[in-house]
């Protein structure tokens, strides 16, 4: 269900924001770097800095809140 909808709002906001999926299993360095510990781990950046951190599944439009958020500041 997390794929679908960070898929769905990869292809809603093409070309605005940049989205990186990682399989933690695959990239345990990138889990390490990052402190992810649970999943699905969504990390919000703005400019390089980490700016959000949210764990376990989320709405959409709690997504999209955050994005339109972080695109305001």
């Not at 960070?6 to 990052?34: C, L, M, P, T, W």
């Not at 997504?63 to 972080?70: A, D, H, R, T, Y």
């Amino acid at each position: 269900m997390e794929r679908i909808l960070v898929n769905e709002i990869d292809k809603n906001y093409s070309g605005k924001i940049e989205i990186f999926k990682i399989d933690v299993d695959e990239r345990q360095d990138v889990a390490v770097r990052y402190g992810i510990t649970a999943m699905p781990t969504l990390i919000f950046f703005k400019d390089g800095v980490e700016v959000e951190r949210k764990i376990g599944f989320m709405e959409k439009a709690e997504v999209e809140s955050i994005i339109n958020e972080l695109k305001n500041k």
